[in-house]
Each structure stands twice: as structure tokens, then as C-alpha cells.
């Protein structure tokens, strides 16, 4: 039997000073495991990530760049732990995080769900709100039939939630090893899979908004042709449910204001002449997520 009651995945990509502002939020204790996955940082990065320190630290570097989904992928198929965290290495814990998990170690529960906080660089409290996060809290506040169905399948990220390791291994959970919003499929199967679970309002992780990041800059048509991707795989998982409304599910049309105030009538164009010219591909994109239902 494992020594370990949590088992914490971390992807890492360049970003080695933050990854160990990350280790240090997590108690130093036997009984905590931490996975790293190096996503093949540059030499000068892994010369870095080689000084980073903690009790448990096990890195494991991976010869090619693959994307997040990959890493985590490789991190939880070395998780040994009773429980398992995902999380991103440039983000923290609250500091009474796992003095609150220690509440659910021996409960039946598949997973906890908690709140997070969203700071600046300087880790202040900058007011935002992350859309998983605000579903998580009004469904606290009010838990009505349709809150819960916002919670179990739109609640996607990966690193509000304390998963039981046994769950993860007899339901498949895992990411998409693609490029771009990776965790969708590993919230989906939790949402449909599980039949225990405890949503808390404790802030028990801290989300750093990085306005330098990826997420904060235009994307290329490219780049927003693989999120539509994405979305219509979930398109095919929430039509095969019966939801076929908004929220869940997003119709095409919704895309060209967006892309309208966001980018512009040309390239507004060239995106909806993308969805045509690829249709094949699109029509596969809503098969991906359907052997959940098998």
C-alpha cells in the first residue's frame, strides 16, 4: 500500500521560479507525493527546474513538447496516492488547504469540490472571477437541478477539486492531449461518473492571473479553430445528454458576433470559411466524447 494519502500532478513548461513558488505553498510532509512532468523546457529552464526542492519531489522530463494534457496524462499514471490533485505550476495553495483536506481522508466521497481565489502577480485579491469558480458558488448558494448541471459538466477546470485516486483508475479519467482547454474531457467524465460528492466554500487554491500568458493574448485563427474544436466535442457529450440549449450546449452562430467584436469582419469571414472547408473534422469532434456512454 502507498505511503502516500495525496498525490499532486504538476505540468511544467518554462516557468521554474513560479513552479517553486508553487512547491512551497504545499506542506512539507511524508505523506504528500508531487509529481512534476517537464513538458520539454528549454535546456536553460531545466537547468532551473533541476534546483527546485521539496520532501517527495519526483520530475520526470518528457523528450518532446505535447501540451499539458500529455504531461498530466504521464503525472497521474505515477500517482500512487490516495488522493489526487492536478494543478498548474504557476498558481499556489491557500495556506489551510490541506489541514481541509485532512477532513476528507476517510470519507467515501469520489471527490471534494472547493473555491478558489483569484489574485494579481503580487498575489492581491484583484476582484475577478474565474466562470468554474462562479458556478461552484452559485450552486452552494442555490442548488437547484439546473445549478447542478452547471456544476457536473461546466465546472472545467481541474485544479478546484481533491479526486479519490481509486475513482480516477476504475473510470478513465483522464485529459485530452490536445493543445488547448485539455481539461474538459477529465470534468466531463467526473461530472457523469461520480456518485459522491461534497461541494465546500473554502478558498483553498489560488489562482495568479498572468497577463503575460497565452491566455491573455490574441489568439491566431488557428489557435481559435482548435478551441471550436474543443467546443464541439463537448457539443456532441451534452447533445447526447439531452442538453442542447445554452449554456451547454454552443451553437455555431453565437461564434460570429464573437469573433466579430472580437477580431473583426475579415477575419469573422475567414473563421466561418474555416468551419465550412472543415466540416469532416468537425463532424468528428462531436463523435470524441461519446464512448463515455458505452
Same mark, same amino acid.
Given at each position: 500500500?502507498?505511503?502516500?494519502?495525496?498525490?499532486?500532478?504538476?505540468?511544467?513548461?518554462?516557468?521554474?521560479?513560479?513552479?517553486?513558488?508553487?512547491?512551497?505553498?504545499?506542506?512539507?510532509?511524508?505523506?504528500?507525493?508531487?509529481?512534476?512532468?517537464?513538458?520539454?523546457?528549454?535546456?536553460?529552464?531545466?537547468?532551473?527546474?533541476?534546483?527546485?526542492?521539496?520532501?517527495?519531489?519526483?520530475?520526470? *522530463?518528457?523528450?518532446?513538447?505535447?501540451?499539458?494534457?500529455?504531461?498530466?496524462?504521464?503525472?497521474?499514471?505515477?500517482?500512487?496516492?490516495?488522493?489526487?490533485?492536478?494543478?498548474?505550476?504557476?498558481?499556489?495553495?491557500?495556506?489551510?488547504?490541506?489541514?481541509?483536506?485532512?477532513? =476528507?481522508?476517510?470519507?467515501?466521497?469520489?471527490?471534494?469540490? *472547493?473555491?478558489?481565489?483569484?489574485?494579481?502577480?503580487?498575489?492581491?485579491?484583484?476582484?475577478?472571477?474565474?466562470?468554474?469558480?462562479?458556478?461552484?458558488?452559485?450552486?452552494?448558494?442555490?442548488?437547484?437541478?439546473?445549478?447542478?448541471?452547471?456544476?457536473?459538466?461546466?465546472?472545467?477546470?481541474?485544479?478546484?477539486?481533491?479526486?479519490?485516486?481509486?475513482?480516477?483508475?476504475?473510470?478513465?479519467?483522464?485529459?485530452?492531449?490536445?493543445?488547448?482547454?485539455?481539461?474538459?474531457?477529465?470534468?466531463?467524465?467526473?461530472?457523469?461518473?461520480?456518485?459522491?460528492?461534497?461541494?465546500?466554500?473554502?478558498?483553498?487554491?489560488? *489562482?495568479?492571473?498572468?497577463?503575460?500568458?497565452?491566455?491573455?493574448?490574441?489568439?491566431?485563427?488557428?489557435?481559435?479553430?482548435?478551441?471550436?474544436?474543443?467546443?464541439?466535442?463537448?457539443?456532441?457529450?451534452?447533445?447526447?445528454?439531452?442538453?442542447?440549449?445554452?449554456?451547454? *450546449?454552443?451553437?455555431?452562430?453565437? =461564434?460570429?458576433?464573437?469573433?466579430?467584436?472580437?477580431?473583426?469582419?475579415?477575419?469573422?469571414?475567414?473563421?466561418?470559411?474555416?468551419?465550412?472547408?472543415?466540416?469532416?473534422?468537425?463532424?468528428?469532434?462531436?463523435?470524441?466524447?461519446?464512448?463515455?456512454?458505452?
Amino acid at each position: 500500500m502507498s505511503e502516500y494519502i495525496y498525490s499532486i500532478v504538476i505540468p511544467h513548461y518554462n516557468s521554474a521560479t513560479l513552479l517553486q513558488r508553487m512547491l512551497d505553498s504545499i506542506p512539507q510532509r511524508k505523506d504528500i507525493q508531487i509529481i512534476v512532468v517537464d513538458d520539454c523546457s528549454t535546456i536553460e529552464n531545466i537547468e532551473l527546474l533541476r534546483n527546485s526542492h521539496h520532501s517527495n519531489l519526483e520530475i520526470t *522530463y518528457l523528450p518532446d513538447n505535447h501540451g499539458p494534457g500529455h504531461a498530466r496524462n504521464v503525472g497521474m499514471q505515477m500517482a500512487t496516492g490516495k488522493w489526487l490533485l492536478v494543478v498548474d505550476a504557476d498558481d499556489v495553495f491557500a495556506d489551510h488547504a490541506f489541514s481541509v483536506f485532512d477532513n =476528507y481522508v476517510d470519507s467515501d466521497y469520489d471527490y471534494i469540490n *472547493y473555491c478558489i481565489k483569484v489574485t494579481n502577480a503580487d498575489l492581491k485579491t484583484n476582484g475577478n472571477n474565474v466562470y468554474s469558480d462562479q458556478i461552484v458558488r452559485e450552486y452552494i448558494e442555490n442548488p437547484t437541478d439546473t445549478n447542478l448541471l452547471k456544476f457536473k459538466y461546466l465546472n472545467s477546470v481541474c485544479w478546484n477539486k481533491l479526486v479519490r485516486n481509486k475513482f480516477i483508475q476504475a473510470n478513465g479519467v483522464c485529459f485530452d492531449e490536445t493543445m488547448v482547454t485539455d481539461d474538459i474531457i477529465y470534468n466531463l467524465i467526473i461530472g457523469l461518473k461520480a456518485k459522491k460528492f461534497k461541494v465546500i466554500p473554502d478558498e483553498l487554491y489560488v *489562482y495568479i492571473e498572468n497577463m503575460n500568458s497565452i491566455t491573455h493574448k490574441n489568439k491566431t485563427l488557428d489557435r481559435e479553430f482548435l478551441f471550436y474544436i474543443q467546443i464541439q466535442k463537448r457539443n456532441g457529450f451534452f447533445q447526447k445528454l439531452g442538453l442542447t440549449h445554452y449554456p451547454f *450546449y454552443r451553437r455555431t452562430i453565437l =461564434y460570429f458576433p464573437h469573433m466579430l467584436l472580437k477580431r473583426g469582419l475579415s477575419d469573422a469571414i475567414k473563421f466561418f470559411k474555416m468551419i465550412r472547408e472543415r466540416k469532416n473534422e468537425i463532424a468528428e469532434a462531436r463523435k470524441a466524447y461519446l464512448y463515455l456512454f458505452q
